[in-house]
């Protein structure tokens, strides 16, 4: 995965953490937890701080990214094709449960997690095809963005700015409560990671 753009930061970030994440379940629309809220703070003051600060800020349309970033009192663009990868029947479920209660799924998953699609929800694949045409809009833009979305919704975009291949990017590591800044290079992008909260 590859593509050319102007070169200004792209800050990538998910949503600070939730009580869904607190309860280790999927999907969900759940609200932030203190800590998320203590970093939906940190981060309108980490954004607040840069010199060329963003020309457009997106969250998804779930509750938990539009509360990380209300603190920093810009507009923002609520889209669903950044919303979290559809869980389909495990929305709501620890992955505990779905090991239990559906092994063959579970291990459907874990052997292929580019290609798995949760039975009436989504694949990897399916999130890549839907950010195709998002992609394309960040292409067109030449101020700097802030994206706060979500683990799968970031590792896709990483993966198109960084180039990382299509098998890797369900796998990469995408923490809680730290801005990544991408800034395009001819290939690929310089890549920084900002711990806000520990
Ligand atoms: O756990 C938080 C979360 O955003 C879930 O809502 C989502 O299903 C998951 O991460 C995606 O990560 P993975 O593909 O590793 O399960």
């Excluded at 992955?95 to 798995?116: S, T, V, W």
Aim: hydrophobic share 40%; glycine share 6%.
């Amino acid at each position: 995965m590859n593509i050319h753009i102007a070169p200004r930061t792209i800050w990538l970030t998910r949503h600070g953490e939730s009580t869904a994440n607190m309860a280790g379940v999927v999907g969900t629309d759940m609200p932030l937890t203190a800590r998320g809220a203590q970093y939906a703070k940190q981060l309108a003051s980490f954004i607040n701080d840069q010199p060329q600060g963003p020309g457009s800020i997106w969250t998804s349309t779930l509750q938990r990214t539009i509360q990380t970033a209300a603190p920093m009192n810009r507009a923002t663009n609520a889209l669903k094709v950044l919303d979290e990868i559809d869980a389909g029947i495990c929305d709501g479920m620890t992955y505990e449960q779905i090991a239990e209660q559906m092994p063959a799924e579970f291990a459907q998953r874990k052997a292929d997690k580019l290609r798995y699609r949760y039975p009436r929800g989504e694949s990897y694949v399916d999130v890549i095809a839907r950010l195709d045409p998002f992609i394309l809009e960040l292409e067109r833009q030449r101020e700097p963005v802030l994206i706060v979305a979500h683990n799968a919704i970031i590792r896709v975009l990483h993966g198109y700015l960084s180039g990382t291949s299509r098998e890797d990017v369900p796998h990469t590591p995408i923490p809680l409560h730290t801005v990544i800044g991408m800034v395009p290079k001819a290939y690929g992008c310089d890549e920084t990671r900002t711990v806000l909260v520990k």
